[in-house]
């Protein structure tokens, strides 16, 4: 089994930005396989993620194992981050959603955010998953919306990944063109959720990550 996974070192780490705590970034932390692409399942720790418009290049803390994420650019809606734990490069891409909706209305949960993540040491490019903000329904369908096409998610813990690795290329291009992406899940209590992400300079912010991540 092959793992696909951003180091859990990157959520342990909080950042100061006008007086607020802001938690640091994890996507996927450990894999459970998928065809031709493991998904990661949720990690011990609760998995949060760096909100682009509080964090800043010049605000880093110290983290082991070069760890802490910097900030590269914000592109739109879209932060561009790197990181190196234990030495291997991390980039990434991140936004929370425009627009969130659950059914029944205003339930409760966590703030939900996308990433689109390259880990070269492990030959991983442009994988995208969403942190959903619940713990999703064992079983339940997910899906996410872009450019008229309907993707089936794979659903673990509070996670989503693409079940069918081979669509995730056409995905993540149809993802460059549109103008938003809307995520659809169901808690494990039943709610009904629809997040939708603006697509606003996800482009450029996967153009820079490219360049930076051959560093």
Do not use: H
């Amino acid at each position: 089994m092959t793992l696909r996974r951003i180091p859990a070192a990157l959520a342990v780490s909080a950042m100061l930005c006008g007086g607020a705590s802001v938690a640091l970034a994890q996507a996927p932390a450990q894999a459970q396989a998928r065809p031709a692409s493991p998904k990661p399942p949720k990690s011990e720790a609760k998995p949060s993620t760096p909100k682009p418009e509080a964090v800043k290049p010049e605000t880093k803390p110290a983290a082991a194992g070069g760890a802490e994420p910097t900030l590269i650019g914000q592109f739109g809606t879209w932060g561009a981050y790197s990181a190196a734990p234990n030495g291997k490069k991390v980039c990434f891409a991140l936004a929370k959603p425009t627009s969130s909706k659950t059914n029944p209305p205003n339930r409760p949960r966590d703030p939900a955010y996308a990433f689109v993540s390259t880990r070269p040491a492990e030959k991983v490019t442009n994988e995208v998953s969403v942190m959903i903000g619940y713990t999703l329904k064992p079983g339940s369908e997910s899906t996410l919306e872009v450019g008229g096409a309907t993707y089936a998610m794979y659903t673990q813990g509070d996670g989503l990944w693409i079940k069918n690795a081979a669509e995730e290329g056409r995905m993540v291009d149809a993802m460059r063109k549109a103008s938003d992406v809307v995520v659809k899940g169901v808690s494990a209590k039943g709610t009904e959720t629809t997040d939708t992400f603006s697509l606003k300079g996800l482009s450029q912010a996967l153009d820079r990550l490219a360049q930076d991540c051959k560093r």
